[in-house]
């Protein structure tokens, strides 16, 4: 159950675009398409952005959209905005019947 | 509205045992999974447990299996984790969410701590 890999940190400036990556293997993310990404603010609880790969909850802006190729997960956060400064999670379903999160990508707004 | 509300989170010595209980409200209680997530101080999200709909199924991570159990209470809207065998590495902060694959509504989380 090794967690997936994202990078560290990533940023943008208001209004760009940005994307961050979220790297598996087939038995997690290659495997299925139960891929999901968090926002987290600090010392907040997480909120769902998106789901099955890139279904968007409702009330969870356009600006927010996901994407799989192979054994790689992306989030794409278009028009950044200052409120969009966080860390952000994936989570897939793996092959052992268990659910496992990436490591966290933080993002500045700046 | 959709509401989860952990409690039970303290601070127990290392090898002792602590019960979480998740309360939910605002949804048809039987027709979700239930996850705990936890999150060590400064750290990532971690996923701990899950438990079916029906309670029929439940899932753990390896870093607790064998020492954490899951149960629900349909009748009363109730998820708990039973931890035994407490380590300094739970501490966390645990969270309970509404779902498996896509958690869609989350507690505020109750926190643990182990240590002596």
């Known amino acids: 159950q090794s967690a997936l890999t994202q990078p560290a940190s990533v940023s943008g400036s208001p209004g760009q675009s940005i994307t961050i990556s979220c790297t598996g293997t087939s038995r997690d993310i290659g495997g299925y398409d139960y891929v999901s990404w968090y926002q987290q603010h600090p010392g907040k609880a997480p909120k769902l952005l998106i789901h099955?790969?890139?279904d968007r909850p409702s009330g969870v802006s356009w600006r927010f959209s996901g994407s799989k190729s192979d054994n790689t997960a992306s989030l794409t956060i278009s028009g950044l905005q200052a409120e969009d400064e966080a860390d952000y999670y994936c989570?897939?379903?793996?092959?052992?019947?268990?659910?496992?999160f990436g490591g966290g990508t933080k993002l500045s707004v700046l | 509205e959709v509401q989860l509300l952990e409690s039970g989170g303290d601070l127990v010595h290392p090898g002792g045992s602590l019960r979480l209980s998740c309360g939910a409200s605002g949804f048809t209680f039987n027709n979700y999974g239930v996850s705990w997530v936890r999150q060590a101080p400064g750290k990532g999200l971690e996923w701990v447990s899950a438990?079916?709909?029906?309670?029929?199924?439940?899932y753990f991570a390896d870093s607790v299996r064998g020492r954490f159990t899951i149960s629900r209470d349909n009748s009363n809207n109730m998820v708990y984790l039973q931890m035994n065998s407490l380590r300094a590495e739970d501490t966390a902060l645990y969270y309970c969410?509404?779902?498996?694959?896509?958690?869609?509504?989350w507690g505020q989380g109750t926190l643990v701590t182990v240590s002596s």
């Open positions: 969410a509404r779902g498996t694959d896509a958690m869609d509504y």
């Open positions: 099955d790969v890139s």
């Open positions: 989570s897939s379903y793996t092959s052992s019947a268990t659910w496992v």
């Open positions: 438990i079916s709909g029906s309670g029929g199924s439940m």
